[in-house]
């Protein structure tokens, strides 16, 4: 069974740094990329980060470009977004994400969640 769960957010003045986590089980973790997502209320859930297959290239919304930065831990099978100067704009809940797909099916799998709030 495909699970995703966040951790690290909470709040934090302007200008802070905040490390989340995303705990994967079920799934080979080596096999697939993966992303970060965000969503304030009454807004479309938009695309943080993505990282591919091996951890080696990621592609970051042009807002974060220079603040953020994912990465995959191979041993423990953990996601990680490390963000750097935050601006009161990121306040979000942050996801996790993966789409599993095989011949039969293709499914995007979302963590519940980690909520990050940026202010003085």
């Known amino acids: 069974q495909v699970e995703l769960v966040e951790s690290g957010g909470g709040l934090v003045e302007p200008g802070g740094s905040l490390r989340l986590s995303c705990q994967t089980s079920g799934f080979s973790f080596y096999e697939y990329g993966m992303d970060w997502w965000r969503q304030v209320p009454g807004k479309e859930r938009e695309m943080v980060a993505e990282i591919t297959v091996g951890g080696n290239y990621a592609n970051y919304m042009d807002s974060v470009k220079g603040r953020f930065t994912v990465s995959k831990d191979f041993d423990r099978n953990i996601l990680h977004l490390q963000m750097d100067n935050l601006k009161p704009e990121d306040t979000a809940m942050y996801y996790c994400?993966?789409?599993?797909?095989?011949?039969?099916?293709?499914?995007?799998?979302w963590g519940q969640g980690t909520q990050v709030t940026v202010s003085s």
């Open positions: 994400s993966v789409v599993i797909h095989n011949y039969l099916s293709l499914q995007r799998y």
